[in-house]
């Protein structure tokens, strides 16, 4: 799918200007970027989520292994919280290891659940704290999506079976603090920890594939002690409400169903460490060609730490007009294009000069989705009751469809038309 998205480059420099800015003279100075969700995030918890929506504010907060490079296409992995991107060891019998060895001195958020009762604190980064992620995704309670994925690591499957028997033959187990549940289960026989920062996963059989999951937030490491104490008593939120993680960001402001708001974390191991230079924590140096055309190496960028935000702030804004209206007028940095302005933003595949005017730029990417028209398969008439006549409707309709102008009026001929069920 082909979509078009306007962005208010400088905006924060030309809202700074205005007598009229929608936000306080206190955002004068720091650098916000002001982002609007169409919904609530279903979850925070980096275990269970599964969604776009959920990730845009997660992957600010969580840091994993392994990163993408920001500009290079393909996609090419780079290290995050890994000193470097692993290479498969064949272990004989069709079993293959991938060793992670940390970067020492990183460090999580500081929070009170590392000192419960004496005010926030923090510790160091952990390979065991990988292997505490792991052991949840694994745990039956905790119904993580990818679950299937991770099967391949010996013993996956086996741990989370005695987890559920020993829940349910011991009801004092299910008690215990969670840690010590997965340590009494006897862990998980293919994720080794080999001292405070080398972690070793051991799968069954060739999966490639792997190291790309540990680039997504499922895999970030999570200390027991936020899942242990936020379990939404005594006035606590659950952990899905209150991620404690090791990202550039920490949540700074949770109003339920209304904002979310993310300020730098300190702690966050590019601020620590500059001197590293890692590759997750500093701007890209080269790209594809063409990128330094497209502004995105531009000198005072490239090199140097990141991030280049004090706070991100996002409004939960479900009425795409009034979203995009709010827009135009300024609380937001970016938006998409509602149909409804489509023609007064672009003309002739390009940015109206209405909009180039009030200093905003036209972004356009492609995306990997899919929209499509439906039948309903127990309809007698279309569907799959009707037998062979049935199928062949559906094949003439399909045929009679024009998708070139169906695209260019109900979408503005930002789409691509399919040839297949894989996206262009």
Request: glycine share 8%; hydrophobic share 40%.
């Amino acid at each position: 799918m082909k979509r078009s998205s306007l962005v208010a480059a400088f905006v924060l420099v030309a809202i700074a200007a205005c007598s009229n800015s929608p936000y306080p003279k206190s955002d004068d100075g720091i650098k916000v970027r002001y982002i609007a969700l169409p919904e609530w995030p279903k979850t925070l918890d980096p275990g269970v989520s599964y969604s776009a929506l959920d990730h845009a504010v997660i992957a600010n907060v969580y840091d994993t292994l392994l990163e993408y490079h920001y500009l290079n296409r393909p996609f090419e992995l780079i290290p995050g919280l890994a000193q470097a991107v692993p290479d498969a060891q064949p272990l004989g019998g069709g079993r293959f290891a991938y060793r992670f060895r940390l970067r020492p001195g990183m460090r999580f958020q500081k929070d009170p659940c590392f000192a419960p009762g004496a005010g926030p604190a923090d510790r160091e980064i952990e390979a065991a704290d990988f292997a505490f992620e792991l052991m949840r995704i694994a745990d039956p309670v905790v119904i993580s999506p990818v679950v299937a994925t991770f099967s391949k690591i010996v013993g996956f499957d086996e741990f989370a079976g005695r987890l559920a028997e020993k829940r349910k033959s011991d009801p004092s187990f299910a008690q215990l603090r969670i840690d010590r549940q997965y340590a009494d289960a006897g862990g998980i026989e293919g994720v080794v920890v080999r001292g405070r920062y080398e972690l070793e996963i051991v799968l069954r059989e060739a999966y490639p594939q792997l190291l790309y999951w540990f680039a997504m937030p499922f895999t970030a490491p999570v200390p027991w002690e936020a899942i242990a104490y936020y379990d939404g008593r005594r006035g606590r939120p659950f952990f899905k409400e209150h991620p404690i993680a090791s990202g550039p960001f920490r949540l700074a402001r949770y109003d339920q169903h209304s904002r979310i708001v993310l300020e730098r974390n300190p702690n966050w191991y590019g601020a620590l460490h500059p001197e590293w230079r890692a590759p997750g924590a500093t701007y890209p140096t080269s790209g594809e060609p063409g990128d330094a055309d497209r502004g995105l190496l531009p000198p005072e960028y490239v090199g140097r730490p990141l991030p280049f935000l004090d706070r991100i702030d996002f409004r939960i804004d479900k009425e795409d007009i009034a979203s995009f209206n709010k827009f135009l007028q300024g609380y937001y940095d970016a938006s998409g294009i509602i149909q409804e302005s489509f023609d007064r933003a672009v003309q002739n595949g390009g940015l109206s000069p209405a909009m180039a005017a009030r200093g905003m730029a036209l972004a356009k990417s492609v995306e990997p989705a899919i929209f499509y028209i439906g039948f309903n398969m127990k309809d007698p008439v279309v569907g799959s009751a009707g037998g062979v006549r049935a199928r062949k409707l559906r094949q003439a309709m399909s045929l009679a469809i024009d998708a070139v102008e169906f695209l260019r009026v109900f979408n503005n001929g930002r789409d691509v038309p399919a040839q297949s069920p894989i996206p262009p």
